[in-house]
């Protein structure tokens, strides 16, 4: 037996007194500061890291509890997460938020005032980055044992401002006071290599082992945010890599000769690969930074989780039985050829073993179906940038080429089909095709998805291997997006339902449905619409100085701004709206505020000015003393996590309106029903399977279905037709048109209409007259208070399958088959 070793004395206590007395300690000793000379930032800092405290001794429980039971490890390897406010948040995981306004009155300050502070860390660009958070938040509250891993970029997702109407990036600069939720591990950082040589190994006659010198070494610097779960002890960890340059990287001789700039070139190139999210990738040095990133946080990952078996297991015949890495869509799929290159060439296994290793650790998430977002790499550039995973793509390829021979004797279309090379003018590496070939599982993420996925663009790979796919419908979690995001309505289901258990059980979120006709309740829950409403209408006003009335028909558009999420089709709504009340001021119109939220990436053109005349339809909008009586439309610049949270409880009507089999699944679609929006929305996507949970008779349904769509397609599609066949649809396309958003100037917006009646991609303009024949729809029941409640109750009732708990469930039980493991109380 040996000695137990000294324990840290237990600094925090669970009562509100405790609390005080380690908030105003952490401030004088932790800030170096005093209550009464304390700046905001002084006060976020020490309530943050006070809250955080109480989640240090529960991750270091879940740290000994993972280590006495040595189970198999999720690794989520995502290039994307977007956690949201954190302070909140953990407040609320630690049951510590009752405490924080007494305190908080008793030392004169506003808890609202410190929030500011809060700044969300933007580590990802829209839905694929906020499900790895989701999912992350459900492994705690399942207490799987996870770890996710990150790039900690420096600049998170860019600032969106608008100037004249026109989106202007900023940058997102989220460390400037500091962090206080995560914590530097210096210790475990790891070198990564670049670019430089691979000779053969004398005696490997195969020549499948090779040596790599690389030309270039980077260090990756860990640091990790606690991950808690709700409910439970469990708090896992996202590790997010950050590069530096390696020690020898300072050029002291020609700082001497005053060469200041040259001097620090090397530091300067090393530290620019966690620099920025997402860099420009319209250039070739872009191109190139890009997959730099991806491969330093597939390197720095792996050795990681190399390291972390090697804590408690040896030899590697078991790895896979304690490691599945879960590859979260095609950003980290190099390390496939990673892991091979570690197991062969570094730590001598032959390649038939490392191969059965790497193909039993590895999984893959894809999230689209559109051919642009699927990756692929130039040869040239990866010979360049990594040689050794060159040559191992290129072996792997040839032996998963020799199966399709032997599937398909004679069949070389299919062998090209499938390659994971793609020939051509330029050479490319087809990483999805990659990530097929190197998973034991491959997931869509909703069944329509799922289905597409396995029939068209992996139609192939379905053939082969049918046992690979699997479908896995996303969800959203429970705790942010209706718990802190609403936390009236959150109020008013507890006192239904008689107690919290919904946060971790959302089917019981049934139990509403019979209420769904009790009067009393129905005024409730139009109550608390009512006040989020009066909440936003007041936020907006600040923020755009535009005066929304609370009581009209909140009807919001927010995600990113792509052609195939159709933001162009609610905007010929939108101007269809206002042409029928110009036509007719007389009539009475339902009023409704059309809110729009997203951004656009920065080298997408017609998307940003799609934006633009989003706002400058607002500006004649709002301004017209006719058509504002019934119609304003608003935009919040900077939609995020944050935004999201303060926006989504307030809607009643969710725009979900992609042209059918475009939008993977959504994920907004699901928190705004779960937050009693009802959808009007296309058989896309995750809509589909919402719409047969809550029923046909509580979604508005419009437009063509995927194959109505395909079949349009073929043949041949001409908007113009649509144009000159609908009176109120060529009203709408000639008003932008004629300049009426543009003070009269014809060609600032032509590329809009351009774009609408020459290609019309996502043909909008087949889909007008049903959409806005099912927006009539809407008005009409919206006329009916009783009837929308109804609604809006059954809506959220049936969308408990929607919670990513469920999400992760399924994981497990289809992909991970993992289990999970208790963490004691204290
Ligand atoms: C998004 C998809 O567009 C969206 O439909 C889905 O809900 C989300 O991922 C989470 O699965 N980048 N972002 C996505 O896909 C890609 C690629």
């Given amino acids: 037996m040996t000695e137990a070793r000294p324990r840290p004395r237990r600094t925090v206590g669970d009562s509100l007194e405790e609390f005080e007395r380690d908030l105003i300690s952490n401030l004088y000793y932790q800030r170096g500061t005093t209550i009464e000379s304390a700046s905001g930032p002084d006060g976020y800092h020490t309530l943050a890291v006070t809250v955080r405290d109480r989640l240090v001794d529960r991750y270091a429980r879940t740290a000994a509890a993972h280590y006495a039971a040595n189970p198999r490890f999720v690794y989520y390897l995502s290039a994307e997460y977007l956690l949201g406010r954190q302070l909140r948040q953990n407040l609320l995981y630690t049951d510590t938020e009752r405490w924080v306004r007494p305190i908080a009155e008793d030392l004169g300050v506003s808890p609202e005032a410190l929030e500011v502070y809060d700044v969300e860390p933007g580590l990802g660009n829209g839905g694929l980055g906020r499900l790895a958070a989701c999912l992350m938040d459900s492994m705690a509250t399942l207490d799987i044992p996870a770890v996710g891993y990150g790039i900690r970029y420096e600049f998170g997702i860019f600032k969106q401002t608008f100037r004249d109407g026109k989106q202007v990036e900023r940058p997102d600069d989220w460390t400037f006071y500091g962090n206080p939720w995560e914590f530097p591990a210096p210790d475990d950082r790891q070198l990564v290599g670049f670019y430089g040589t691979t000779v053969a190994d ?140 570690l197991l062969v060439d570094e730590h001598g296994l032959g390649w038939d073993e490392a191969w059965g290793i790497t193909r039993r650790t590895f999984n893959y998430t894809c999230h689209t179906l559109l051919p642009e977002a699927l990756e692929t790499w130039p040869v040239q550039l990866l010979e360049r940038l990594l040689p050794r995973h060159m040559e191992i793509v290129y072996a792997i ?15 070389e279309d299919v062998v090209r089909r499938m390659s994971i090379i793609q020939e051509g003018d330029e050479r490319r590496v087809r990483m999805a095709h990659l990530a097929v070939v190197g998973s034991t599982a491959v997931n869509g993420v909703a069944e329509l998805h799922t289905k597409l996925l396995a029939g068209t663009t992996l139609h192939d790979f379905a053939q082969l291997w049918p046992e690979r796919f699997h479908n896995v419908t996303n969800g959203v979690t429970p705790r942010r997006f209706l718990r802190m995001a609403n ?47 009066a909440g936003l209408a007041a936020a907006v006003e600040r923020s755009t100085g535009v005066l929304i009335d609370p009581d009209a028909l909140c ?9 195939y999420k159709r933001q162009q089709l609610k905007l010929l709504h939108v101007i269809t709206m206002m042409n029928r009340i110009r036509a007719d001021p007389q009539a009475t119109y339902v009023p409704r505020t059309v809110l729009f939220g997203g951004k656009a990436a920065p080298g997408y053109h017609a ?46 009507l969710s725009e979900q309106i992609s042209l059918a089999g475009k939008e993977a699944s959504g994920t907004g679609n699901m928190k705004l029903a ?37 079949a349009l397609r073929r043949s041949g599609y001409s908007p113009r037709s649509f144009y000159e066949a609908d009176f109120e649809l060529r009203l709408a396309v000639d008003t932008i048109a004629s300049g009426t958003f543009a003070k009269g100037d014809r060609d600032v917006f032509a590329p809009v209409v351009d774009a609408m009646l020459g290609r019309d991609e996502y043909m909008a303009l087949a889909d007008y007259r049903s959409y806005v024949d099912c927006q009539d729809t809407v008005a009409e029941a919206w006329t009916d208070p009783d009837r929308w409640t109804r609604m809006s109750i059954l809506n959220t009732a049936r969308c408990g399958f929607f919670s990513s708990d469920r999400t992760v469930r399924e994981y497990c039980e289809q992909i991970w088959k993992v289990d999970p493991v208790r963490v004691g109380e204290a």
């Fill in 674 to 710: 779960l937050n009693g929006a009802l959808t009007i929305g296309t058989l896309d996507g995750a809509n589909i399977e919402i719409r047969d949970r809550v029923g046909a008779d509580n979604f508005f349904l419009f437009g063509m279905d995927t194959p109505a769509a395909t």
């Fill in 555 to 563: 009807d919001v558009m927010i995600k990113r701004f792509h052609e």
């Fill in 607 to 652: 998307m940003k000015l799609l934006i633009e005349l989003v706002n400058a339809v607002a500006g004649v909008v709002n301004t017209d003393p006719v058509v504002s009586r019934y119609l304003r439309v608003v935009f919040p610049a900077d939609y995020n996590v944050t935004k999201a949270q303060f926006i989504i409880p307030a809607a009643d």
């Fill in 487 to 533: 936390p009236a309505l959150s109020e008013l289901i507890t006192e239904m339902l008689g107690d919290e258990g919904w946060l971790t059980d959302l089917e019981r979120l049934h139990g509403l449905g019979p209420h769904a006709d009790d009067p009393a309740f129905r005024a409730a829950w139009r109550d608390v619409k009512r006040h989020n409403k």
């Fill in 202 to 341: 004398p005696k490997d006659p195969e020549n499948l082992r090779r040596k790599w010198t690389p030309g270039e070494t980077v260090r990756g610097e860990p640091s990790h945010m606690l991950v808690p779960g709700y409910g439970t002890q469990t708090v896992n960890i996202i590790r997010l890599w950050q590069a530096r340059a390696s020690r020898e990287s300072f050029d002291l001789a020609r700082f001497g000769v005053g060469q200041y700039v040259e001097a620090v070139d090397d530091i300067v190139r090393a530290e620019n690969i966690s620099k920025v999210l997402y860099p420009d990738d319209s250039t070739e040095p872009g191109r190139e930074l890009r997959l730099k990133q991806q491969y330093f946080l597939v390197a720095c990952s792996l050795r990681d989780i190399i390291r972390r078996y090697r804590l408690r297991n040896s030899g590697w015949e078991g790895f896979a039985d304690k490691v599945v890495i879960q590859l979260n869509d095609t950003h980290p799929v190099m390390a496939v050829t990673e892991l091979m290159r």
């Fill in 397 to 411: 390829n040839h032996f998963f080429l020799e199966e399709v021979r032997q599937a398909y004797p004679g069949d």
